[in-house]
């Protein structure tokens, strides 16, 4: 089972974006799309605690998501999720002060050797 | 505790059938699950109440799991599909009786390459029944 507040922060997150940033209902249901692989990747862990996974989020997609994903694709995927998470720590800020802003910025960024379907 | 009060048969829009698979195994509330899949949530109460799996905890809140609820709405999906009976060799379907019988007095003309017309009487009403069958001569035929 997945952690019930992380899910409540991801919706949190797509309100906000809709109501401050004026996002569209197809902008917003695509960055749930996105921001269901960080669920997965937490699971029953909550994200606070995300800097201390095992596994790196882009490393977790090439692993479990079974729809071969291209580049940009992935790509776009890491992007909201540092979007989601640079905004969750600014909301949170006791919460999630253990996760660093250096941490966040190096989320969207491949690993290195990593095969891309292009 | 699971609660399933009436089992039968439930509307399921399209949407649905295509937004459901998306659910993520952890519990919602009928509000969350309703919003996902942008149906009214009275209309996920009323399929909570024709047997879709949900719980209560002690507080009687509904808990649905995103999991067990998408198998449902894929076993609503299948319960929808009328069962199919394929053709058996000598069968063929009369559209006066609108019913699969057996051809009487079968006929095979050869069509073009391996299709073949089949044409013979229903047995019941007497009308004259068709078929396009693959091969000639094989098991399509009715015996006798």
Redesign the interface.
């Given at each position: 089972?997945?952690?019930?507040q992380n899910?409540l922060k991801v919706?949190l997150f797509l309100k906000y974006s809709r109501v401050v940033h004026g996002r569209s209902s197809l902008q917003i249901s695509n960055d749930f799309?996105h921001l269901?692989a960080l669920?997965?990747w937490a699971g029953s862990q909550p994200l606070r605690s995300a800097h201390a996974f095992n596994t790196s989020l882009s490393d977790f997609l090439f692993q479990n998501i079974e729809k071969r994903l291209d580049q940009a694709e992935l790509q776009s995927i890491l992007n909201t999720n540092q979007r989601f998470l640079l905004w969750v720590k600014a909301m949170f800020p006791v919460e999630f002060q253990n996760i660093r802003l250096s941490w966040i910025m190096k989320i969207s960024a491949i690993s290195e050797g990593k095969e891309v379907i292009i | 505790m699971s609660e399933n009060q009436n089992t039968s048969n439930c509307r399921i829009s399209r949407n649905v059938l295509i937004k459901a698979p998306?659910l993520?195994?952890?519990?919602y509330t009928p509000r969350?699950i309703a919003e996902d899949l942008d149906v009214p949530e009275t209309t996920l109460r009323d399929w909570l109440n024709h047997g879709a799996p949900h719980s209560r905890d002690e507080s009687n809140h509904i808990w649905i799991d995103g999991k067990q609820f998408s198998t449902w709405v894929e076993s609503q999906r299948n319960a929808k599909k009328k069962p199919t009976h394929p053709l058996q060799a000598g069968e063929s379907f009369c559209m006066r009786c609108n019913a699969i019988v057996k051809i009487q007095n079968s006929e095979i003309r050869p069509v073009k390459g391996h299709l073949s017309h089949l044409k013979g009487k229903c047995p019941i009403c007497g009308g004259i029944v068709n078929r396009g069958i693959w091969n000639a001569g094989s098991a399509e035929l009715p015996q006798g």
């Open positions: 089972m997945l952690d019930r899910y919706k799309e269901k669920l997965l | 998306g993520l195994p952890m519990l969350e």
